[in-house]
């Protein structure tokens, strides 16, 4: 072997990071490969260290390191930093979302032989790919027309081409783990993005990733939240950013969403559609016009739709109808547990509102999210809450025909399991707060925890200083404003960060951790 495939490269560059044997189990965790693979490789890996005088140590049970002078070290880091004669590997997974990616970004037909010249494949190995890939597109509403002399086009409509791009980046497919990742302080990253001269699909696939500006489309998002009077879910603030990037760069090329008539003008009736208008606006500056109508709607029906952590303060006003369906909610659940003061639980009614209201849109307006959003593995301990959240969700499909997914049925559930906790909580025999702001931030906290949880158990206030593991293990639970050391944090279970001022997103926090009681 005179070159290292790329795979090789990367598990070298963890061998040398590290100060310690990796196992193969390891590296394949933190390469997203196989054990069986990392094994693979390290046998080729082996013998090309070994044409360098470098042995690869393998201790049996615990793992593998690099055994070399500092000087070889440091030769081979600067060869790996320089070389870029690698031979790439790519999975079967990854090959086939960059198949499909390329397909949904293309402008134009795409013959065979082009895909075999940019993949570097077989040509019965892409027509395979092609099979799997068209039953996915099929799936979601998108067809796959193909004709001699022509190529490959993908056909449907521009609403769900976008739903498709935001899914497989998301990672939302049957081809395993995404291509790519999404977080708040990089955006929108592609895994493979440094290899992009080793192969002709990822290069192309890193131009057009390249174009989905997602930094700058969260800040819209926090425009829309600070505009609306309420917060998204941190999930949804990501995915809404892919999409309006993903929007921005599509109406750029000149690929615009249609809507019917009826719908554009509910849109338009809404007082969201100023904010929908203005966000439009600050996307498309850098178009010589304005954007269409339906791409302000686009971006109206998107907020309207997104799973959120707050209602907005006009939720029930979209539709009178919505608020019927909230007190019919609210008098079974009261029937169910036989409280007739749980009618007044203010914090249930708003958390039915916050996931119904916006499932019954989304299915109103045909838009899909990731299914990732809520999943959650609930308690054998929920049995009663499961089937009334059933029950409840029989009566929302009579009332509006939308069957609610498992995932919100799962949600409904937390919220009956929540209002049970605060209806007979167990009560916790102390509550450590730990508050290094002071004495007055630690008295608010304390005076806030009370006010929402008034039998959450004795509340004590204890100094960072003074804090030891003993203290935390005998604690039923740790409420803390500010992350603990490691060495205090061995068992995380019981401990729970939250803002001094005790934010929504911090009570469901406590309130999930009593519900495992």
Request: with cysteine; glycine share 4%.
């Amino acid at each position: 072997m005179t070159v290292l495939t790329t795979r090789q490269r990367d598990i070298l560059h963890l061998l040398l990071e590290s100060n310690k044997l990796l196992g193969s189990s390891e590296l394949a965790a933190q390469l997203q490969l196989t054990s069986r693979q990392v094994n693979y490789d390290l046998k080729g890996l082996r013998v090309w260290l070994a044409r360098q005088d470098i042995i690869l140590n393998a201790v049996p049970g615990v793992g593998v390191e690099l055994i070399c002078s500092s000087e070889k070290q440091q030769i081979l880091e600067q060869e790996l930093s320089q070389s870029h004669h690698y031979q790439l590997v790519l999975t079967i997974e990854q090959r086939r979302q960059m198949i499909a990616l390329t397909l949904l970004v293309a402008g134009e037909p795409i013959i065979l032989y082009q895909l075999q010249q940019w993949a570097q494949l077989s040509r019965s190995t892409i027509l395979k790919d092609l099979v799997v890939i068209e039953e996915w597109f099929e799936f979601i509403g998108l067809s796959l027309d193909r004709r001699p002399n022509f190529g490959f086009e993908l056909v449907g409509h521009e609403q769900v081409k976008r739903q498709a791009i935001a899914t497989l980046l998301w990672g939302q497919t049957p081809f395993g783990e995404p291509i790519t990742k999404l977080n708040y302080v990089s955006g929108l990253t592609f895994d493979l993005g440094a290899d992009a001269e080793l192969l002709p699909i990822i290069k192309g696939v890193k131009d057009a990733i390249d174009k989905w500006d997602t930094r700058r489309a969260l800040v819209h998002v926090a425009y829309a939240e600070a505009q609306m009077g309420g917060r998204f879910t941190d999930d949804a603030v990501r995915y809404l950013a892919l999409v309006f990037a993903i929007q921005t760069e599509r109406v750029q090329s000149g690929n615009f969403v249609s809507f019917d008539a009826d719908i554009l003008a509910w849109l338009q009736s809404l007082d969201l559609w100023s904010l929908a208008a203005t966000i439009a606006r600050h996307l498309g500056r850098l178009l010589d016009r304005n954007w269409p109508t339906a791409e302000i709607a686009y971006i109206a029906m998107h907020v309207l739709t997104a799973p959120r952590n707050e209602r907005w303060p006009d939720d029930l006003e979209i539709d009178q109808a919505f608020s019927e369906l909230i007190d019919e909610l609210m008098a079974n659940i009261v029937n169910a547990y036989g409280k007739a003061h749980l009618v007044h639980d203010m914090t249930l009614r708003d958390g039915l509102v916050i996931h119904i209201i916006p499932a019954c849109l989304r299915h109103r307006l045909k838009i899909r999210i990731p299914n990732g959003f809520s999943d959650i593995e609930l308690s054998e301990k929920y049995l009663f809450e499961r089937e009334l959240a059933r029950d409840l969700a029989k009566i929302i499909e009579e009332k509006t025909a939308v069957t609610l997914p498992e995932s919100e049925i799962n949600n409904i559930t937390l919220l009956l399991r929540a209002a049970y906790i605060r209806e007979y909580p167990r009560r916790i025999q102390e509550v450590i707060v730990v508050c290094p702001s002071g004495m007055a931030t630690a008295q608010l906290l304390v005076a806030r925890i009370n006010a929402r949880f008034p039998r959450i158990g004795t509340l004590r206030v204890v100094s960072l200083r003074d804090l030891t593991p003993a203290i935390i293990n005998a604690a039923g639970m740790v409420i803390t404003t500010v992350p603990l050391p490691d060495n205090l944090q061995k068992d995380k279970t019981n401990i729970i960060q939250v803002h001094p001022l005790l934010l929504p997103e911090d009570i469901e926090k406590i309130t999930a951790r009593l519900a495992l009681e």
